[in-house]
């Protein structure tokens, strides 16, 4: 039996391969306050998340930005499910590449937060 790799549609989102992401891509994805916002909130569900889902203190065309920035460099994947723009982190590539790394960000991140009464 032949099987046949499904034919990418125009919705298709490109994304780094694994051996594609680079440290620098990833910590200047995570740079930003809002991109971080987005990362950690991911990472707290563990579940895809839609752009809507997201409650960002930006303009929708700045939202778009950001979360192109995040998939660009490798932080999140991000798919069509109909209409809906699903964001997932990409923690198994992030942990297999740099061990460690994603799980410090976001403890460092949780802790100013707190420090400065962001939640």
């Known amino acids: ?8 549609s125009s919705r298709d989102l490109p994304h780094p391969a694994r051996e594609e992401i680079r440290l620098e891509g990833v910590l200047h994805a995570l740079s930003d306050p809002v991109r971080l916002r987005i990362v950690r909130e991911l990472a707290a569900e563990g579940i895809e998340l839609s752009c809507s889902h ?3 203190p930006v303009t929708k065309s700045t939202t778009t930005h950001h979360f192109r920035v995040l998939r660009e ?7 069509y499910e109909g ?12 942990d ?16 100013q937060a707190a420090r400065h009464g962001e939640g």
Do not use: S, Y
């Not at 460099?73 to 798919?79: F, M």
């Not at 297999?96 to 802790?111: C, I, K, V």
């Open 83 to 94: 209409t809906a723009k699903m964001n997932d982190l990409r923690r198994d590539d992030l």
């Open 54 to 56: 997201f409650d960002l």
């Open 96 to 111: 297999e590449l740099f061990p460690g790394l994603l799980d410090r960000l976001l403890t460092a991140a949780a802790r």
């Open 1 to 8: 039996m032949t099987t046949v790799a499904p034919v990418p």
């Open 73 to 79: 460099n490798g932080v999140i994947r991000q798919v």
